[in-house]
């Protein structure tokens, strides 16, 4: 059955175009062309580069993010309490009302002392700035590798210049070494990406960013196997450029640089747009769906490759309507809006209130505002004793 389902994955038919059998894809002493058990050595590379960047966030990245003045906020815990425990980590994060209710009289606390809870636990689940940092640090680092990397081995192929030399003789197209260890070094990241997507800051486009992840490790493997290695070079190449400018405009905005990042931020806009929108449905999509049928009737893998890349293009407008929302907001207010991505922290709002009351009860009154009509509305964010009052109501600071 085995041998079966093996013979039958791996028809011609399905790899490469009509008239081409695997035997035109045999081996020489002088020419060598892309093997599918090749694929196998970017799992053991995966993990290297896992263990690599385990070793980099601790001996460079976080050190580096003290010395730059990247804290930490300090998160109140949450109490034990094994009822609540129990309901967070079997049922769910955020609990509905109902399902307060019925938590509040099992563990015989009000129902807003469970809210605070639930959102302290939350936020202790959240992950911290400097872990932030450091993934942002090993991305970049690696992006600006691969990206040059992808250029030195590109710069002389005509392929990069005339797009149409991606079909000259295809399939029967030679693999150089220096693609297969671009190909080696791209695969294996993104599977890197794969194994540690439950430790990784989770974002709230998770679920699109693990069909991206899929998308490309199915592009990049099916492309070596059907030797579609000039195509999914440029594919590579496009989407390293506008990385290298993400990961920097997140770094200096966890170290509050707040001008560098939204002048990086701009830029990574301006770049990301281009090489999403357009440069990469001309270079690619254009190329994979006309150029092509120059050399080649359609088939299965014409079909199949040229599906990935339209889910990729899809991802990329998603992506693109964020930052373009992002931009306006930028242009309007004059400043970066946060990632729409992130998981921002909940704020103890029940607590505060708290605080505020006892003060009130011990005399101390808080005031927020003062308006133009005399009103005061009350939110503990000042002492009375701070402020003298003028004969039109409005307050002005001693």
Not at 51 to 72: N, Q, W
Not at 130 to 149: D, L, N, P, V
Not at 163 to 179: A, D, F, I, K, V
């Amino acid at each position: 059955m085995v041998r079966s389902l093996y013979e039958w994955l791996w028809q011609h038919e399905f790899w490469l175009p009509p008239g081409i059998t695997w035997e035109d894809m045999q081996e020489s002493e002088d020419t060598h062309y892309p093997q599918p058990r090749d694929l196998l050595l970017s799992i053991p590379f995966a993990l290297i580069l896992v263990v690599i960047r385990c070793a980099f966030e601790r001996a460079i990245a976080l050190p580096l993010s003290t010395k730059l003045g990247v804290r930490d906020k300090q998160k109140p815990k949450a109490q034990p309490n094994p009822t609540l425990e129990t309901f967070y980590s079997t049922r769910r994060k955020n609990p509905e009302e109902g399902e307060l209710l019925s938590l509040a009289k099992k563990c015989d606390l009000p129902v807003r002392k469970v809210e605070k809870w639930f959102r302290r636990r939350r936020n202790m689940d959240r992950p911290s700035l400097s872990k932030k940092f450091s993934e942002a640090c090993w991305r970049f680092t690696f992006y600006i590798i691969s990206f040059f990397t992808g250029l030195a081995v590109l710069y002389d192929k005509p392929w990069l210049w005339d797009h149409r030399e991606c079909w000259t003789g295809y399939p029967q197209q030679p693999l150089q070494p220096s693609l297969f260890w671009y190909y080696m070094l791209e695969l294996s990241f993104y599977w890197s990406l794969v194994f540690t997507l439950p430790f990784d800051v989770k974002r709230k486009d998770f679920k699109e960013q693990i069909v991206h992840h899929a998308a490309t490790i199915f592009l990049i493997s099916f492309s070596y196997c059907a030797n579609y290695i000039r195509i999914g070079t440029l594919v590579m190449v496009i989407h390293d450029a506008s990385d290298c400018f993400l990961e920097p405009t997140k770094i200096f905005n966890y170290m509050k640089w707040k001008r560098t990042c939204d002048s990086l931020f701009m830029i990574f806009s301006a770049v990301f747009l281009i090489s999403r929108l357009v440069i990469y449905p001309y270079t690619v999509l254009y190329n994979t769906y006309y150029y092509s049928m120059e050399i080649f009737q359609p088939f299965f893998g014409y079909y199949f490759v040229n599906a990935l890349l339209i889910i990729l293009q899809l991802l990329h407008i998603f992506w693109s309507c964020l930052i373009i929302h992002m931009v306006y907001k930028f242009i309007l207010q004059g400043t970066m809006e946060k990632d729409m991505r992130s998981d921002t922290e909940e704020s103890d709002k029940d607590e505060e209130r708290e605080k505020i009351r006892e003060k009130e009860k011990n005399g101390i009154t808080y005031f927020s505002n003062v308006t133009s009509n005399g009103y005061i509305q009350r939110n503990g964010s000042e002492p009375l004793n701070n402020r003298a009052h003028l004969a039109n109501g409005h307050a002005k600071e001693r």
